[in-house]
Every structure is written in structure tokens, then in C-alpha cells.
């Protein structure tokens, strides 16, 4: 805030000394005084503002208590809106203005690929992963055998409560980790309240796994629920 504030008194420093020479300029020959002399400054000052609400923005996210944290990747019919989803789960778990969760539908992932955009979408999973931030992964079911072969997930039998395991037990994808256990690594969304019922109903389904590591398991639990809801 200093710096902004010493470069501000600057600048009106500068634009005073040189009000007298505009005064004899056409309005027109006043920009471009303003332009030529100040468009160095200009730039400073929108790139401090902007580094000031990155900080300002990073210090916000970090005072509140993240709560539950998913990544939707390969997305391709939308039909896990991010934003939406966090919006509507909040409301159901009513957060406080401290209190938050993070989804983000913006990945997509080829394996093998080199594309820039598909590897900075692996990197980004890995490295949440690798950080013990990423609490639950939706995704195609090919990279849903990927991940459940490489990756740390929770056996689905051990995390729902037995009611929820029966009612979605013909929906579970079984496979070997990467410990050479065989177990419910995922659950099939074909029955969610995202997919059902949609145009896509009969395409191949996404899945949802957890990770082993979640401080979360509870509110997974809820999204689990919020996601298929009991008949009624």
C-alpha cells in the first residue's frame, strides 16, 4: 500500500508541474502529452493494482477453511458445471463466509498427449494430489483405471456408510491399486442427478473416486448423497 501510495503522490506531482504546459494544448494534444510522457507510469500502475489484487485475493482464499475440494475432468457435454455445483453444495451444507468449496471443471486430460493445455491439466491433479489438497477426482472412465492404478483412492466399501454402499453396489468400479488391491476404487455418475435424466444419459458415464489421504471423509459423504439422493 505504500508503494501505491508514494508512486500516486508521483504521479500528481508530475501532472501538476506540468499543468501549466497543457493548458495551452488542444484536448486532443493533452492525451497524447499524457500518452507520450506517462504511459510508462500507466503501465506501472496497472501492474501493481493487478499484483495488489492477486495478493489481496490469495490472502482472502487463504483466511477461509476449504471444506471439501473436486477436479471434473474430459467434461466434454458440461454436464458438471463447476461453479454451479460448489453454489448449490454450499447451500446444502450451510457454510459460513469463512467456509468454502472449490470445484473445478476446466480439465481435460489425454494421456500420453504433449499438448500443453492436456499437460498442464495432468500436472495440475498430480500436484494436488502430491499436496494432499485434491479430496475427490470425476472423470472418463479410462482415466478412472488410469488414476485407480496409480494413484492413492479410498475404498468406496470403507467410506459410505453401508446403506449408501448397498444402494449404489451395481454402479462401483472395482480394480487393483497400486498396491496390488483389489477394491471400489470409483462410483459410476450414469446414475447421479447430473447425468440422469440428460441427453447424455446413455453415453459412457463418468466416475467419482476419493483419495485415500482426505481429512474430508464426511463431506464427501454428503456430496455422495447430494449426488444420488435417496429414492423417495
Not at 447425468?195 to 444419459?201: H, N, R
Request: charged share 25%; hydrophobic share 40%; net charge negative.
Amino acid at each position: 500500500m505504500n508503494i501505491l501510495h508514494e508512486f500516486f503522490k508521483k504521479i500528481t506531482r508530475e501532472l501538476l508541474r506540468d499543468r501549466e504546459t497543457m493548458k495551452s494544448l488542444s484536448p486532443s494534444q493533452r492525451l497524447r502529452f499524457i500518452f507520450d510522457y506517462y504511459r510508462g507510469r500507466i503501465f506501472l500502475l496497472l501492474c501493481l493494482c493487478l499484483a495488489g489484487f492477486y495478493v489481496w485475493d490469495a490472502a482472502c482464499q487463504a483466511s477461509r477453511q476449504t471444506v471439501l475440494e473436486g477436479f471434473f475432468t474430459n467434461d466434454d457435454a458440461g454436464l458438471f458445471p463447476a461453479q454451479d455445483i460448489a453454489r448449490d453444495f454450499s447451500e446444502i451444507l450451510e457454510l459460513t463466509s469463512r467456509q468454502q468449496v472449490i470445484f473445478d471443471d476446466s480439465l481435460y486430460v489425454v494421456p500420453g498427449s504433449s499438448a500443453d493445455y492436456h499437460t498442464a491439466s495432468q500436472s495440475k491433479i498430480v500436484a494436488y494430489v502430491a499436496a494432499r489438497e485434491l479430496d475427490f477426482l470425476v472423470t472418463t472412465p479410462e482415466l478412472t483405471e488410469y488414476y485407480a492404478a496409480s494413484l492413492p483412492v479410498y475404498d468406496l466399501k470403507d467410506l459410505m456408510p453401508p446403506e449408501l454402499f448397498a444402494r449404489l453396489e451395481d454402479q462401483i468400479y472395482y480394480a487393483t491399486d497400486a498396491a496390488g488391491s483389489r477394491k471400489a476404487c470409483a462410483v459410476s455418475m450414469a446414475k447421479s442427478r447430473f447425468q440422469k435424466g440428460t441427453a447424455s444419459e446413455d453415453a459412457a458415464p463418468h466416475y467419482l473416486m476419493a483419495f485415500s489421504y482426505t481429512e474430508h471423509q464426511d463431506t464427501i459423504i454428503r456430496f455422495l448423497e447430494y449426488a444420488f439422493p435417496a429414492p423417495s
